[in-house]
């Protein structure tokens, strides 16, 4: 069996965002939070508990990720700002410009660079979600900091869900092209 070229506790991660942040966009869709109207209440304000419930789960995936990202080296590659890096980035764009798809490397500037925009898309989301289980009431209006904490919480799930669908769309691109993606990334034993 070939090793991954990720680290399994790289891929484990990955594996409980995708659970987490899947789980919270599809629950999205059918929730009611406290105090909004539902016709089919119980489906919505028990589908606004899991979405609490995978919330805070998620969160706790992306404190854990950005400290195992940052304990292995890797927010340079997440965010590829300095001059290796925008080189990087540069020469993978010129790459796309002639038509070609990318290697599947997992250390290329323009793949680390976008998935660091999906951890702080995540990120935002997560933490945005953290203060509206703070502020809203259970009961009656939410206050105005909550309102837009709400706001900013929905326009980064609109971004999470363009991420999402983006990223899947590349990784079966990037799977129908012949590389070992999908494969190496969810090969969830010890290897790596």
Do not use: C, K
């Not at 105090?35 to 404190?63: I, K, N, Q, T, Y």
């Not at 010129?94 to 250390?107: K, M, N």
């Not at 999906?118 to 933490?127: H, K, P, Q, R, Y």
């Amino acid at each position: 069996m070939a090793l991954s070229r990720y680290h399994r506790i790289t891929r484990w991660l990955h594996l409980a965002l995708a659970v987490t942040v899947t789980a919270q966009l599809l629950l999205s869709l059918v929730m009611t939070p406290p105090g909004g109207e539902d016709p089919v209440s119980a489906l919505g304000h028990g589908a606004f508990e899991l979405h609490e419930g995978f919330g805070l789960a998620a969160l706790a995936v992306v404190v854990i990720h950005w400290l195992w990202s940052a304990a292995q080296g890797d927010l340079g590659r997440l965010f590829p700002w300095g001059p290796s890096g925008r080189r990087a980035v540069g020469e993978d764009l010129r790459t796309l410009s002639r038509g070609r798809l990318l290697d599947a490397d997992p250390v290329g500037g323009l793949a680390g660079a976008v998935h660091g925009l999906g951890l702080l898309a995540v990120t935002a989301m997560a933490f945005t979600g953290l203060a509206l289980f703070a502020l809203w009431p259970e009961a009656g209006e939410p206050g105005p900091l909550a309102r837009e904490v709400g706001d900013v919480h929905s326009a980064m799930a609109t971004l999470v869900w363009i991420y999402w669908f983006g990223h899947v769309a590349m990784a079966v691109l990037h799977h129908l092209a012949g590389h070992n993606t999908l494969r190496d990334m969810f090969r969830l034993g010890p290897a790596g």
